[in-house]
């Protein structure tokens, strides 16, 4: 190749897909493309789309408007510029992306990523759709990055472990644009884990759509369960915190939760989406637990690990969802204390079977979603205020925003921002907590710890 071609990859919704753009870019490198910051300058336009919510396809087609008009200057200076659409969208609408959005020229669905250089050199007579499930597994495929690029992407990053989802919320997309639940085998993953921390990566964040029902082949020829995986990668040299994201409340097994027990590299903190607090919307949504499973899981959690934080998912509006069911979410909220939580309004996405159910009308849905957010804003705002005064322990990420300062994360995910020399960066300090920003925490170096967390959550 004469020249380095330049690579632009914008990824949307989840971590599986931030972790896929890497592996693509990964993939691309040896053929010659260097990742750009902006589309502008760029080559090889991806977008790593997602389908989760209406809103979030839509962005996918103004998104490619503004890109036809960057392919069109770019042609009269007679460069080419090759766009490709992957990720849900991709796998959902496939050719119809073609007719509705002449830029594009690539619709590549999330299990043909290692088939890139091929739909490139295609794409050069002419445009290309592949959105199969191929029997071949995409990761052997995909490249490993380089030392420098893994260095680049930070300290803390995503590895998938598990992918697809064979749960069928009512209201979800996802076992229809990912597929079937599938697992990593264990040594893969723990070798690539191994390749990340001696490039200098000290948090790792399991991720899956479903990650713990992750039921990879072990080492011992058994199939091995997330709280055993997360035992063998605990023990990889360099490993200072793992994480794992996204987890169903159902596939919460004795083995998971004894790792939240036993590893002291496992965080304090779970991301465990609910969606509802109502067991007839649980049952309406196909969740297949209640209100009193998911209660049971958090207690079980709690009793193990007193300071464990908690996260949440909400939707609101789903499909006969009254006011009485909404009011179940909203005090679940107050029952578990939180110490973050995201809610959506409901959405209905073609091909799921909530989308044939009689919708309630957007004001309802509207009115809802913001007394809903106003409560989780409000808990969020009470558990970072129980912060102030701990001294706790913060990973040094990067350089913050004015100079000297530096950013890292609690155990419980919160960013805190802190004047301390660089040198620091990679390591984890104690850190007094003195100020609450909106979304942050604000802290000076602590000496030493000045009293231990104990953010067992009591509710507001
Ligand atoms: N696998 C995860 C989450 C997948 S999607 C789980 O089981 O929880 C991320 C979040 O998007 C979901 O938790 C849900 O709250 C939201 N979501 C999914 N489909 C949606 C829809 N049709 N409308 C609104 N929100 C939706
Ligand atoms: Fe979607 Fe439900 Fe699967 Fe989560 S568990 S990905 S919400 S179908
Ligand atoms: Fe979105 Fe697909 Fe992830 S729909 S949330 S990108 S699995």
């Given at each position: ?154 300290l803390s990053t995503f590895v998938t472990v598990q992918e697809g989802c064979d749960k069928f919320c009512a209201f979800c997309v996802v076992p229809y644009t990912r597929g079937a639940e599938g697992s990593r085998p264990a ?214 925003k004015l100079p000297g300062q530096l950013v890292g994360r609690s155990p419980y995910l919160q960013p805190v921002q802190v004047m301390a020399p660089p040198e620091l960066i990679g390591e984890i300090h104690k850190v007094t ?28």
């Amino acid at each position: 190749m004469s020249r380095p071609q330049k690579l632009y990859v914008k990824s949307y919704g989840c971590q599986m897909n931030v972790y896929d753009s890497r592996r693509m870019a990964d993939t691309l490198a040896p053929l010659g493309f260097v990742e750009t910051a902006t589309a502008d300058d760029a080559d090889l336009v991806i977008l790593n789309t997602c389908n989760i919510r209406e809103k979030a396809a839509d962005k996918v087609y103004s998104e490619l408007g503004r890109i036809r008009a960057l392919k069109e200057n770019a042609a009269s200076d007679g460069r080419c510029v090759v766009v490709a659409v992957a990720g849900c969208v991709a796998q959902a609408e496939g050719k119809e992306i073609l007719r509705r959005a002449p830029a594009v020229d690539i619709v590549v669905g999330p299990q043909s990523y290692h088939r890139l250089p091929d739909l490139l050199a295609r794409a050069a007579r002419g445009r290309v759709v592949d959105t199969e499930f191929p029997i071949e597994d995409k990761f052997d495929h995909l490249a490993a990055p380089t030392r420098a690029a893994t260095r680049a992407r930070g300290l803390s990053t995503f590895v998938t472990v598990q992918e697809g989802c064979d749960k069928f919320c009512a209201f979800c997309v996802v076992p229809y644009t990912r597929g079937a639940e599938g697992s990593r085998p264990a040594a893969k993953i723990v070798a690539e884990i191994e390749r990340l921390t001696d490039a200098g990566v000290r948090e790792i964040t399991l991720v899956g759509q479903n990650v713990n029902a992750y039921h990879g082949d072990g080492p011992d020829g058994l199939p091995w369960t997330l709280g055993r995986l997360l035992y063998r990668v605990a023990q990889v040299p360099g490993i200072a915190r793992l994480r794992y994201t996204t987890s169903h409340p159902c596939d919460m097994d004795d083995s998971l939760i004894a790792a939240h027990r036993d590893l002291p590299s496992l965080m304090p903190h779970l991301h465990l989406p609910v969606q509802s607090g109502s067991d007839r919307i649980l049952a309406a949504m196909n969740r297949r637990h209640t209100r009193a499973d998911y209660l049971h899981v958090i207690d079980t959690l709690r009793a193990i690990r007193p300071d464990i934080a908690f996260s949440s998912d909400f939707i609101v509006g789903f499909p006969g969802e009254s006011e009485d069911d909404f009011l179940a979410s909203f005090n679940l909220i107050d029952e578990i204390g939180y110490a973050s939580a995201y809610s959506f309004k409901y959405s209905p996405r073609p091909g799921t079977p909530a989308a044939e159910l009689p919708q309630l009308p957007d004001e309802v849905t509207s009115e809802r979603l913001s007394r809903l957010l106003y409560a989780i804003d409000r808990q969020q705002a009470v558990y970072n205020a129980r912060c102030r005064g701990l001294a706790l322990d913060v990973l040094f990420e990067k350089q913050g925003k004015l100079p000297g300062q530096l950013v890292g994360r609690s155990p419980y995910l919160q960013p805190v921002q802190v004047m301390a020399p660089p040198e620091l960066i990679g390591e984890i300090h104690k850190v007094t907590i003195t100020d609450l920003g909106t979304y942050s925490l604000f802290g000076t170096l602590a000496r030493a710890a000045i009293r231990t967390p104990e953010l067992a959550a009591t509710g507001v």
